[in-house]
Each structure stands twice: as structure tokens, then as C-alpha cells.
């Protein structure tokens, strides 16, 4: 579609949604924008957004000298933007996704999974001014317009997933809740993409720093997300990138129109910080937290809560914000937890508060191989396509707790009872110097010695997957950095 096609779409779907909100044109870049209300409205929709975010996410990361610091660079970002008089807040998340994403009104959201992937402070500045990009835009405001005008739902105007495409792009669209939308939509998406891109670039100019750092990550995410498909036995061709349904555009492209970008504008300031940014992400988590639990290969393990078990084999598991799933071949084993009221049997919590089916067959009570009190059932459960058959277990715990198992196949059978009778059984709660010898990832930053190489300096990394990908990937040797005595680099290790 040409410029002039493009602008007349635009104002015909400006005349169609007159009743809903007028046309404007955006303060950001001067482009006709389809955003109703005001930017006073859009702070009102963050603010009560806010502490729906945080609770999707486990909250924000504990850290504040690190949170300090990513405050830092947001508004030093914020103050050479369009809308450098209205409250920002920049918040750095518990999650390991490699993301970051913005509500309106100035809420801008950073992921330490992010953090642990940039090289320097510029590629962190970067991925804030794009995110801030998108509030001065008041593309969340576009959007609720748009979901309007198209008749589906949003997210309250949330733009997720803002510097991501592919899996981990996915589980932050499952994470907020996002509903799949149609193409047009969807582009529309993509140009706003685009368009913060090119807004996070004029920020880091603005603010004096090396503008060559927004396409620099964008690389990063590539590469990045072709290591996590190799890491998940997966293969990730062009099709993960890019789709007409994404609501992302193809990442290679960005990466040569931020470049483009970063060209025009002469890339003349060259701060980008690599030795401050390692100092203050020293320590950082990676991978899962404390807080959220450990997936060590067929293994569960909780310090924080204090329990661990074991799923059979053939089963994988994954760690989500509100259960563990291990998926099996036509089968999936969930664990989640629940509460006993006091006085209730586990036979009768299992039929009804848990279940609440009122038709669980053969329900019966078992003592575990840990000693533990338990009921198990089976009856049919209700999913999208249909319905299933699923066993049940629920284990009394400690002031009340049940952890739950659920086993969720097509036709429950003995050797389903088994895998599922066989995770129980392995559950077990941990003592507190149990709990305490679990110890997350960190990020360790060390300097390179005289002899060092990537193989060598890969062989101290505690982790059992491609530790000598992970290492190039982390430290950006994919992307042209040499390793040189002297030099900082990050090292992945328990403690």
C-alpha cells in the first residue's frame, strides 16, 4: 500500500470511529494517530494496571540498588522525550523471559532475564527508550481504539512483549492474558513496532548515548532465541520469527532499520557503559528464582516453600506463575497447591472444594512412601476440545496446605495411576539446611586471563546445556566481540 492509501485508511477508520474518539496527531513524531482520550487517561489505566502486573510476575525483583539503577537510565531516557513532565515508572521484574514491555501513562517494565542478556548499558537504554517510545505514542491508547473498531479484546492497552517474537514472546502474550487477533491488527501492531524503534533510537541520541545499541540487542534476541530452541530439542527456522499473525515484526528487519536509523542519525555519541552496567548486574539471578521454584531435569525442587519431587520419565517439565506442568506423551501431570479447611477430610476436599466434580470414582485414602496422608480419585474433566479423563492426588501439608496432583489424559488407565501414584510418592518436604542448599544461578562477572579461552572460561559454567553456546551468547561473541585478557565477562554459577 503506498503513503497516500495508507493515510487515506487511516482517516477512513478515523470517520468510522467518531463516535468512539477524534483523531489526533502524535505528539511523538507528529504521525495521525487513532488514540482516544488524553495522556491523563492513559496514567489512570496504569495506575490501576499496576499492581496487576506485579502480581502476574511475582512481583519486582529484590534488588534495590539494581532497581535504583534501571530507574536511573529510564529517566534519563524519559526527561529528553515528548512527555518528559509526566510521572515514569520503570520497574525491573522477577522474571527470567528475556522482555520488557510498557502500560500507558509511563509504566515501563524490565526483565532481569533481559538484563542478563545486554552487554552494556546502551542495549539496556535502548530497549527503555523503545518502551518509552510506545508511551508517548500512546500506543496503548491505539490499540483500545483498534480492539474497538475490530472487535476483539485487549489487555487494557498493554503493550506486551514489546522486544520479542518467537516462544518467549508467546508466554508473555499467555502471561497477560492476550487473545489471538487478525492480520490487520495485527500489522497495525507491527507498525508500532517500528515506530518505537525508531523513537528508542532519538532517545538514546538525545541522551548521549551510542544509538548503534538498539539494533546491537535486537541481534541479541535473534541469536538468543535460536540458543533457547536448541536448548529445548525444538529447530528455529524463519517461519519463528516472523508470521502475518504476529503481533512482533520479523527481528532481522528491525535489526536493519534500527541500524538504518542509528546511520541517519550519525551514531556521533559513543557512551555505552559495558563496565558499570557488569558491576551492578554482579549477583543477578538467572534462570528461575528462589521465589519461584527449580526444574532440574526431571525434578521440582521449591527452597522458599520448602518441598521437592519427581515426575517418571518420558514426562518434561516446566515452571509456570501458577503450576507445574510435565508434559508426556498424550498425557500431562499438573501440580498446583490448595487449602484445607479445618475439620474437612482429604477424600471430601478432593470430591468437592477441589475438583468439584461430585463424581470422582474410586476416591480413597493412602499413606505415601514419605509418611504423608493422601487422597486419590478419577473422574472427567472439561477442556476446550472436549473432555478428558484425570487422576487426582492431594497430599496434606503442613498448616492446612494440599499440594495437588492432577494427570490429564485421554483414557485414564493403570499405567496412567502408576506415573501419577509414582509423582506422589516422590514428593517430599525439605528440612530448612535442605532448602538452603539449593542455590539459584547467578551471574558472576570475572576478567579474562592471560590463556583464557571460550572453552576453558565455558568449563566453569555450572549449568549442564550447550555451556559453551550459553557463554558465547551471553557474553555477545556471537556478535562480533573478540575475547581479550583483561576483558569482563559473565560466568553462570551457583551460589
Known amino acids: 500500500m503506498n503513503i497516500i492509501a495508507l493515510r487515506r485508511a487511516a482517516l477512513a477508520a478515523c470517520l468510522a470511529a467518531v463516535s468512539l ?11 495521525l494517530s487513532l488514540a482516544s482520550g488524553n495522556i491523563d487517561d492513559d496514567i489512570r489505566l496504569g495506575q490501576e494496571e499496576h499492581p496487576k502486573i506485579l502480581q502476574q510476575y511475582g512481583g519486582a525483583y529484590d534488588d534495590p540498588k539494581l532497581a535504583a539503577y534501571i530507574d536511573r537510565i529510564g529517566q534519563r531516557l524519559k526527561a529528553v522525550s515528548e512527555y518528559a ?10 522474571s527470567e523471559v528475556v522482555n520488557a514491555f510498557a502500560l500507558p501513562g509511563g509504566y ?5 532475564g533481559l538484563l542478563a542478556l545486554a552487554e552494556d548499558e546502551a542495549e539496556v537504554a535502548g530497549v527503555i527508550g523503545h518502551e518509552i517510545g510506545h508511551v508517548t505514542s500512546r500506543h496503548g491508547a491505539e490499540r483500545q481504539t483498534a480492539t474497538m473498531l475490530g472487535g476483539v479484546l485487549g489487555v487494557l492497552g498493554t503493550i506486551g512483549g514489546a522486544v520479542l517474537a518467537g516462544d518467549a514472546g508467546a508466554q508473555l502474550g499467555q502471561q497477560l492474558g492476550q487473545v489471538a487477533i487478525g492480520g490487520g491488527l495485527a500489522q497495525y501492531s507491527q507498525s508500532q513496532e517500528f515506530q518505537a524503534d525508531k523513537l528508542g533510537v532519538r ?35 524463519s517461519g519463528g520469527f516472523d508470521h502475518f499473525f504476529s503481533s512482533h515484526p520479523y527481528t532481522p528487519d528491525r535489526v536493519t532499520r534500527a541500524r538504518e536509523r542509528s546511520d541517519e542519525r550519525g551514531a556521533s555519541n559513543s557512551e555505552r557503559d559495558r563496565g558499570r552496567f557488569l558491576q551492578e548486574i554482579d549477583g543477578l539471578v538467572y534462570g528461575e528464582s528462589p521465589a519461584q521454584g527449580y526444574v532440574m531435569g526431571q525434578e521440582f525442587a521449591h527452597p522458599q516453600m520448602r518441598f521437592r519431587f519427581a515426575v517418571p520419565d518420558g514426562f518434561t517439565l516446566r515452571n509456570a506463575p501458577t503450576a507445574v506442568y510435565g508434559k508426556g506423551e498424550n498425557r500431562t501431570i499438573i501440580f498446583d497447591m490448595g487449602k484445607l479447611e479445618s475439620g474437612t477430610s482429604l477424600t471430601r476436599y478432593s470430591a468437592k472444594d477441589w475438583a468439584d466434580m461430585g463424581k470422582l470414582d474410586d476416591v480413597e485414602s493412602v499413606r505415601l512412601e514419605s509418611g504423608l496422608d493422601a487422597a486419590i480419585g478419577r473422574g472427567k474433566v472439561k477442556l476446550n476440545s472436549g473432555t478428558a479423563e484425570a487422576g487426582f492426588v492431594a497430599i496434606k501439608g503442613r498448616d492446612g496446605t494440599v499440594y495437588r496432583f492432577v494427570l490429564v489424559t485421554g483414557s485414564f488407565g493403570s499405567d496412567d495411576r502408576r506415573a501419577l501414584l509414582s509423582t506422589a510418592n516422590s514428593f517430599r518436604q525439605l528440612s530448612a539446611s535442605e532448602a538452603a542448599r539449593l542455590k539459584p544461578l547467578r551471574i558472576q562477572i570475572v576478567e579474562v586471563r ?14 549442564e546445556d550447550l555451556p559453551r553456546e550459553q557463554f558465547i551468547t551471553i557474553n555477545g561473541l556471537d556478535r562480533g566481540h573478540e575475547l581479550r585478557a583483561g576483558d569482563k565477562v559473565k560466568l553462570l554459577i551457583r551460589k
Not at 513532565?85 to 522477577?94: A, K, N, Q, R, S
Not at 592471560?450 to 549449568?463: C, F, H, V
Request: proline share 3%; net charge negative.
Open 21 to 31: 474518539s477524534a483523531c489526533s496527531t502524535s505528539k511523538s513524531d507528529g504521525s
Open 85 to 94: 513532565d509526566i510521572p515514569f515508572t520503570f520497574t525491573l521484574l522477577d
Open 108 to 112: 515501563v517494565y524490565v526483565s532481569r
Open 203 to 237: 532517545y538514546l541520541a538525545r541522551a548521549g548515548y551510542d544509538t548503534e545499541a538498539m539494533g546491537d540487542f535486537l541481534q541479541a534476541l535473534q541469536t538468543n532465541a535460536e540458543l533457547q530452541a536448541r536448548l529445548n530439542g525444538q529447530t528455529l527456522g
Open 450 to 463: 592471560p590463556g583464557d579461552s571460550i572453552d576453558s572460561l565455558a568449563a566453569r559454567m555450572e549449568i
